[in-house]
């Protein structure tokens, strides 16, 4: 999977080269490539905003600077995302969606936002990551890379997207680990019987019960089992 991102600071994106994302980088699963917008400014002083027609606060920056970022990107077929809290929400099922496409490129703003007439231009599709205001778009972006990538081949270890919270419309079940016994709790026994097809009942009662408490907004979304309305 190939991402271009068209950001004023390509620096705040280190972060993504730690952990499993950055594994995936060395693997050659995914490509990120950073694209610093100022680098096409055509202004000796590097300027990429100017304040907004009609006044008001802040800066917006400027449509030519930013298209021609954009144009040194060769390739026609890419989707291109406008990280905007304007967007349409993202899901789980958008995530996995995205994750089927070869190459996206993502367009972070900053101050203001951007010139509406290169948003018209070369936005497929405009993307937010919550209901709040951020100062840019870069974070948004890299939640977005986050997430994706997980559903990328060979990124997490076999699995790992099927069980997970959200993929089938509820959430997950809780995890334990050694040791047995921690502040006088114990691991729920049935873990530790070895009994594969009672775990699978008890962890599938503990989404239910989970879902029912925390998001009982989930519930209505799904077909539930008649096994599982028993719970
Ligand atoms: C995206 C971008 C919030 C989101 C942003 C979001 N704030 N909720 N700020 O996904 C243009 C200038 C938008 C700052 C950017």
């Given at each position: 999977m190939q991402f271009d991102v068209l950001t004023l600071f390509p620096e705040m994106f280190e972060i993504l080269n730690k952990s499993i994302i950055g594994k995936a980088k060395e693997k050659g699963l995914i490509n990120i490539n950073l694209i610093n917008?100022?680098?096409?400014?055509?202004?000796?002083?590097?300027?990429?905003?100017?304040?907004?027609?009609?006044g008001g606060a802040g800066m917006v920056m400027m449509p030519d600077v930013?298209?021609?970022?954009?144009k040194s990107i060769k390739d026609n077929k890419a989707k291109v995302i406008y990280m905007s809290p304007q967007g349409n929400k993202i899901t789980q099922k958008k995530?996995?969606?995205?994750?089927?496409?070869?190459?996206?490129i993502l367009l972070c703003g900053h101050y203001e936002g951007i010139d509406q007439r290169v948003l018209d231009e070369?936005?497929?599709?405009?993307?937010?990551?919550?209901?709040?205001?951020?100062?840019?778009?870069?974070?948004?972006?890299?939640?977005?890379?986050?997430s994706v990538s997980r559903y990328i081949e060979g990124v997490l270890k076999e699995d790992s997207t099927k069980e997970e919270s959200?993929?089938?419309?509820?959430?997950?079940?809780?995890?334990?680990?050694?040791?047995?016994?921690?502040?006088?709790?114990?691991?729920?026994?049935?873990?530790?019987?070895?009994?594969?097809?009672?775990?699978?009942?008890?962890?599938?009662?503990?989404?239910?019960?989970?879902?029912?408490?925390?998001?009982?907004?989930?519930?209505?979304?799904?077909?539930?089992?008649?096994?599982?309305?028993?719970y």
């Open positions: 917008i100022r680098d096409f400014s055509k202004n000796k002083h590097k300027k990429v905003d100017d304040t907004p027609y009609g930013v298209y021609d970022a954009y995530i996995e969606e995205l994750s089927k496409e070869k190459h996206l070369i936005v497929d599709e405009e993307i937010s990551i919550g209901d709040y205001v951020l100062t840019g778009g870069e974070l948004p972006a890299m939640v977005l890379i986050d959200f993929s089938q419309g509820l959430l997950e079940y809780p995890q334990y680990t050694r040791p047995e016994i921690f502040q006088n709790k114990k691991v729920p026994e049935v873990l530790l019987s070895g009994h594969h097809q009672n775990i699978e009942k008890w962890r599938r009662k503990q989404s239910l019960k989970i879902t029912l408490n925390k998001r009982p907004d989930l519930l209505k979304e799904i077909n539930l089992s008649d096994e599982d309305k028993k």
